[in-house]
T-cell receptor, first 113, second 110 residues
């Protein structure tokens, strides 16, 4: 059982380039999230999805787009990367039941030069 | 909007000393969760507290949820080097989201 898998693990972009981060979960969770983590600022929500075909903006959505075409996959896109998007990106899915806990992927370290 | 704060931001302790981190929300929470992130790793769920005044223990870790359900604490007794990492609290936000505190980074000196 792989849980939540993110690819790639590392990426370096030049300003203006585009890329897509892939998140896949095998736990049949409805809810999925994309966070970015910057030093001293904890985890900030970029976009989230409450089910296949749905997406919604989080706290810091500007400069990012997402898609949830399949329940198990949640893609995060950067159309024109900026140095301010240098960060560590985490995908998470959420279980339901007694404890609605988040399961995180291993993260993507993105540097924009 | 809802804010979740944590203190201290950093804590350095000698191995064997106790450690406590505090979490405060600007709004009443239906529940609060705690996560641990090891250096270079990803956040891992530790526990969820739901009831006012609730206290839960996991070995050397003791979690408390305040009576007013706006604050929480995590206490580690007799820290070990394996406790090193950043501890985050998180509460339900708008929609189906969680709002995370900025975290407390714990260093344990052997």
């Amino acid at each position: 059982n792989a849980g939540v898998t993110q690819t790639p693990k590392f990426r370096v972009l030049k300003t203006g380039q585009s890329m897509t981060l892939l998140c896949a979960q095998d736990m049949n969770h409805e809810y999925m999230y994309w966070y970015r983590q910057d030093p001293g600022m904890g985890l900030r929500l970029i976009h989230y999805s409450v089910g296949e075909g749905t997406t919604a903006k989080g706290e810091v959505p500007d400069g990012y787009n997402v898609s949830r075409l399949k329940k198990q996959n949640f893609l995060l896109g950067l159309e024109s990367a900026a140095p301010s998007q240098t960060s560590v990106y985490f995908c998470a899915s959420r279980s339901t039941g007694e404890a609605e806990k988040l399961f995180f992927g291993s993260g993507t370290q993105l540097s924009v030069l | 909007g809802q804010q979740v704060m944590q203190i201290p931001q950093y804590q350095h302790v000698q191995e064997g000393e106790d450690f406590t981190t505090y979490c405060n929300s600007s709004t009443t929470l239906s529940n609060i969760q705690w996560y641990k992130q090891r250096p270079g790793g990803h956040p891992v769920f530790l526990i969820q507290l739901v009831k006012s005044g609730e206290v839960k223990k996991q070995k050397r870790l003791t979690f408390q949820f305040g009576e007013a359900k706006k604050n929480s604490s995590l206490h580690i007794t007799a820290t070990q080097t394996t406790d090193v990492g950043t501890y985050f609290c998180a509460g339900p936000g708008y929609g189906q989201n969680f709002v995370f505190g900025p975290g407390t980074r714990l260093s344990v000196l052997p």
